[in-house]
């Protein structure tokens, strides 16, 4: 079993940047798929970006591409998600996701992973 929760939400002004961080038990994230999606009212949950320690490449949504980075901390066993130049459609809950069976870096759709966090809410002010 693995458990994981997200921390680093809130409320930031349109053009700034904030920190996300993904942190889990149960199992090492180094031998893990790492995903970052997010949710926004009415609409369904949209991949972020991907990582993997093992393989090479991380891997974002087009529409984050350039502001957004997924980096890993194996000795805190975290996954961080570090958002630039934020803009008020990146206004959504951010969920951490996490696969323990993998062939790639790259999982986009949510069906992918295995477990999920409990979410941690952003919201762009403009």
């Known amino acids: 079993q693995v458990q994981l929760v997200e921390s680093g939400g809130g409320l930031v002004q349109a053009g700034g940047s904030l920190r996300l961080s993904c942190t889990g038990s149960?199992?090492?994230?180094?031998?893990?798929?790492m995903g970052w999606f997010r949710q926004a009212p009415g609409k369904e949950r949209e991949f972020v970006a991907s990582?993997?320690?093992?393989?090479?490449?991380?891997y974002y949504a087009d529409s984050v591409k350039g502001r957004f980075t997924i980096s890993g901390d194996n000795a805190k066993n975290a996954v961080d998600l570090h958002m630039n130049s934020l803009k008020p459609e990146d206004t959504a809950v951010y969920f951490c996701?996490?696969?323990?069976?993998?062939?790639?870096?790259?999982?986009?759709?949510?069906?992918?992973?295995?477990?999920w966090g409990q979410g941690t809410q952003v919201t762009v002010s403009s």
């Open positions: 990582m993997t320690w093992r393989l090479a490449g991380t």
């Open positions: 149960g199992r090492a994230f180094s031998s893990s798929a």
């Open positions: 996701a996490a696969r323990t069976l993998y062939s790639s870096s790259y999982y986009y759709h949510p069906s992918h992973y295995n477990y």
